[in-house]
């Protein structure tokens, strides 16, 4: 009876050591490989090979920027929806302002303020 966990130890170690050996050749394989990538279109067009001489073009002109008629403005209300019960909530102030998140876990159906550490 001695033999048949002694075979299966040879067997296991000879699997494990065969599996290590093929993913060497797999990784080297992969590492020194030179083919062009599959999914490079093999029908597609040549780059556009450079010029030693300049290829005469229209002189662009300016045209006018139309000025934006809208100016974007800054967040004054910000919302963090973490899960489907639980979000944040603060607005935005002066800097020296302390900052007074609000928490809800219950869908915002209600708000607890918080100090910015998230302490009730």
């Not at 029908?43 to 073009?57: D, I, K, L, Q």
Request: proline share 9%; aromatic share 4%.
């Amino acid at each position: 009876m001695a033999q048949h966990p002694r075979r299966r130890r040879i067997i296991a170690y000879s699997a494990i050591g065969l599996f290590l050996l093929i993913d060497a050749a797999l990784i080297t394989s992969a590492l020194t490989s030179t083919s062009v990538d599959a999914a490079v279109d093999a029908s597609s067009e040549p780059a556009a090979t450079a010029s030693a001489f300049p290829v005469p073009r229209a002189t662009p002109t300016a045209s006018p920027t139309a000025e934006p008629t809208v100016m974007p403005l800054p967040a004054t209300r910000l919302l963090s929806a973490v899960s489907a019960t639980a979000a944040w909530r603060a607005s935005t102030g002066t800097c020296r302002a302390p900052a007074a998140p609000e928490l809800s876990t219950d869908s915002g159906t209600s708000w607890t303020a918080t100090d910015a550490a998230g302490r009730r």
